[in-house]
């Protein structure tokens, strides 16, 4: 019998998933593996391809309802299976392409072979799930509420929950709380995974810079199952859910305008980037909002959500060249969330634990030792045709680098989004199914099985020109920059909660774009307004400013761009291009608005470079002028030593001995010649 702990958990997942969830089939673990249509299409013509989309997105609602159609208890073999779902699939399917192909032809383009993709095929799952399979689809012995056969169920969950376990809602035979995975096998010790592949080593021109910025968790729980990169216009597109952070705008009908003009989770105002992936649940029985909806548990996407404990977004260089800016709205997708029937051409997951990432897993879920956390890391592709924000498939218009750090002919080197996410996740217990210890899982396309080799990162630039280029200076020249790095950057509220750093009247209050570091936002340099401090006291309170004995070269203080903002997206055939700063030039504040009245008092550029660059109050580029060494400001540092207080006293006191002497030696003599 189950103990009491047993039975609550039994429960909770009868509860959680017996509204029409899909469970395993009454025959044997399977999946629908149908051809992605999508990942061929390398070139679409502008004027088919909302059509195009359209239909793509299509295609991958009608592989999901065949998939949920294939968990009905009706259903009671492969036969049955192939003439009632894959057949009529099929015909759906080829319909669809051949409105594809109509699409293309109309627009000029001969698509080959796209008729050819209609066909899908029913496939096995077990082989995929090695001896882990046993300890959830075997004989149900000891398992009680995991196994199809009911078992040791009699005395403890009635007569509705007995049978061949449909309705029950535990660890059927294909894993799960809701049926569709993810199962034992899915699971290995990060001991057992290799060591990560060594990064080239940087040399000749490499830019050896990096760039963090600090958008938060996602803690305000901005979800949906959209994908506007994938399927604009299409609700559900992704048909499983995404945490979101940066962008607040971001769904399946965002325009370039919308994103444009969003409000921004980002501590950085500048950067109203898009960032998203699959969100990661314990199969622990919980309802969340989407447990009743599509992309969420009518598609198998079931269970509590875990919001990150920690996301850091890192912009690296190339280890063989200066990177040039991204341009704007520039599209960028890593890792392929097909990769389970796909292949693994486009799989791009990395799974590790804290304290060993020195070790990364591919297609395995890590089981982190006690004390650890589950971490998963993105790297986007790092260069760009210099052409194209975005291509048919998504995926021709950027690339990784070579083995040896180049990239390939005819790209050119842009910062790479390195995207860390760490989850305080326990690891399952994997001997009951998780009923001890629940099961963790990405969301995923229904038939992909919450297979850990799906994951996948997505990427939308919208960062401000001048934070582009600050960027871009930062990395080529070697430094260290970014609200993400707690140093080196405007608008910081030191150490503590500095919260909204604003520069004109120094108030550092601790408000949510604050962020996890303190960083304040600071004003933009062109605006004539005075930036903020990165070395404020811990609060960013003017009362107390920042110590700035020393003149400090620095980057451009963060922008923030003004209400009402009404940038114009480029067209998708003429993307937007930064100019961007040479190899050498920094990015420092203006005189004007070098000794800032907020949080601390801004630090000053270096005296020792005099790069000219353009005038900051055009906004053309984000350098900003050097002014000349003899028209800096001296520097306003409260803690001058007593010897150079004495060496800016002792010329004021002579003058005045001086003065003195003078009108005395005066009135003498105007005595003598009275």
Request: proline content about 7%.
């Amino acid at each position: 019998m189950l103990g009491g702990g047993g039975l609550v958990a039994a429960n909770v997942y009868a509860s959680a998933t017996e509204s029409g969830t899909p469970q395993q089939t009454s025959w044997g673990a399977v999946t629908i593996d149908c051809p992605d249509v999508g990942d061929t299409l390398t070139s679409v013509p502008d004027g088919s391809r909302a059509d195009v989309d359209k239909e793509l997105a299509l295609l991958d609602q009608q592989t999901a309802e065949a998939y949920q159609q294939l968990q009905d208890p009706s259903v009671q073999d492969r036969e049955s299976a192939q003439s009632r779902i894959v057949d009529p699939l099929q015909e759906n399917r080829a319909a669809t392409i051949e409105r594809i192909t109509a699409a293309l032809q109309a627009a000029g383009e001969q698509p080959d072979g796209l008729g050819d993709m209609a066909g899908c095929t029913l496939r096995e799952t077990e082989s995929e799930n090695g001896d882990g399979q046993d300890q959830q689809q075997g004989d149900g012995q000891d398992q009680g509420d995991q196994q199809g056969d009911g078992q040791n169920q009699d005395d403890q969950q009635g007569d509705d929950q007995q049978g061949d376990g449909q309705d029950q809602g535990g660890q059927q035979g294909n894993g799960g709380q809701a049926g569709n995975g993810p199962v034992a096998a899915d699971y290995a010790d990060i001991n057992s995974a290799p060591s990560a592949a060594q990064a080239p080593q940087a040399q000749g021109d490499a830019s050896r810079g990096t760039f963090v910025t600090s958008c938060g968790v996602n803690a305000n729980g901005l979800f949906n199952s959209d994908n506007v990169i994938v399927a604009p216009g299409v609700s559900n597109g992704a048909h499983h859910f995404h945490d979101y952070i940066g962008n607040q705008s971001n769904t399946a009908f965002a325009s370039d305008q919308d994103l444009a003009n969003a409000e921004t989770s980002c501590v950085d105002q500048g950067d109203k980037s898009t960032y998203y992936w699959p969100v990661i649940r314990l199969q622990n029985g919980t309802q969340e909002q989407d447990a009743n909806s599509p992309g969420g548990g009518v598609e198998g996407n079931a269970g509590e959500i875990v919001t990150p404990k920690e996301v850091t977004l890192t912009f690296v260089g190339n280890p063989r060249s200066k990177v040039t800016a991204m341009p704007r709205l520039l599209r960028i997708i890593t890792g392929d969330a097909k990769a389970f029937v796909n292949g693994t051409a486009n799989a791009n997951a990395s799974w590790s634990c804290t304290g060993s990432e020195d070790r990364q897993l591919k297609d395995k879920y890590p089981l982190c030792p006690q004390g650890s956390d589950v971490v998963r890391t993105f790297k986007f592709q790092s260069c760009w045709d210099g052409r194209n924000i975005d291509s048919a498939n998504h995926r021709t218009h950027v690339a990784f680098a070579q083995n040896d750090g180049t990239c390939p002919d005819g790209f050119e080197a842009i910062p790479q989004l390195v995207q860390r996410i760490v989850y305080d996740v326990d690891a399952p217990s994997l001997g009951d199914g998780g009923r001890t210890t629940p099961l963790f899982a990405v969301d995923s396309f229904p038939e992909q099985l919450h297979k850990p080799v799906t994951d996948h990162g997505d990427f939308i630039n919208v960062f401000d020109e001048n934070l582009m280029n600050e960027m871009v200076g930062c990395i080529n020249d070697g430094r260290e920059c970014g609200a993400g790095t707690g140093q080196d950057d405007p608008g910081n509220g030191g150490n503590g909660n500095g919260g909204n750093g604003d520069g004109n009247n120094g108030d550092g209050n601790n408000g949510e774009n604050g962020g996890d570091n303190g960083n304040g936002s600071a004003p933009d340099p062109g605006a004539g307004q005075d930036p903020g401090n990165g070395n404020g006291n811990d609060n960013g309170s003017e009362d107390n400013p920042g110590n700035n004995d020393e003149p400090q070269q620095q980057p451009t203080p963060t922008t923030e761009a003004p209400a009402g903002d009404q940038t114009t997206a480029p067209a998708a055939d003429q993307p937007k291009t930064y100019s961007s700063p040479t190899a050498h030039s920094t990015t420092a504040p203006s005189p004007e608005a070098a000794n800032g009245t907020g949080n601390g008092q801004a630090n000053q550029p270096d005296p020792q470079d005099d790069t000219v660059t353009d005038d900051p109050g055009t906004g053309t580029t984000g350098a900003v002028a050097q002014p000349p060494l003899a028209a800096q400001p001296e520097p306003q540092g409260s803690q001058s030593s007593l010897a150079e207080t004495g060496t800016q006293l002792w010329p004021a006191a002579l003058g005045a001995i001086l003065l003195i002497s003078g009108f005395v030696l005066l009135r003498r003599t105007s005595r003598r010649s009275m």
